[in-house]
């Protein structure tokens, strides 16, 4: 008869060790998910045909000399090649002509619309690219706020 009295009061403690214990142990990440999420956030670019014209609209995400890679609604990322032959203009303006903008001016978290078409190596050369004035101004904030942060980062 004693015995029958201890088994509700030995699964009460059991549920309660369970209740305590269950978020200590689904709340860890294990090293499978961190490889996943560390993967996800690398750059894989992919490549356009060659001679293919392609039409992108993005954000860049990384500026290099003569060149920018561009992120796409789909998260696809695309090398993108600027020439001496590169129309770099915002959208409208008078008679729809916008206003030019130098190389330099394309900036990391600027929204880009790029045209072009495919070299050998699998980027696009620009033909033309467009943005909103709009945007230009909040790339060039961010870049202003960014870039004094990633100095001191790298100095230290």
Do not use: W
Request: proline residues 4%; contains cysteine; glycine residues 8%.
């Amino acid at each position: 008869m004693s015995f029958n009295r201890f088994r509700p009061f030995t699964a009460g403690c059991a549920l309660a060790i369970l209740m305590f214990a269950a978020p200590l142990v689904l709340g860890q990440v294990t090293p499978t998910q961190t490889t996943t999420a560390t993967r996800e956030r690398s750059i894989s670019i992919r490549s356009v045909p060659s001679g293919s014209k392609m039409k992108f609209r993005g954000v860049v995400i990384e500026r290099n000399a003569d060149t920018f890679t561009i992120r796409d609604r789909s998260r696809a990322d695309y090398q993108v090649v600027i020439t001496d032959d590169t129309s770099i203009k915002t959208h409208g303006g008078f008679f729809r002509r916008g206003k030019s903008y130098p190389v330099t001016d394309i900036l990391r978290g600027l929204i880009v619309e790029v045209e072009g078409r495919g070299d050998n190596q699998g980027a696009l050369v620009a033909e033309k690219i467009r943005f909103n004035e709009s945007d230009m101004r909040v790339a060039r904030a961010v870049e202003s706020r960014a870039a004094p942060l990633e100095e001191r980062a790298s100095d230290t």
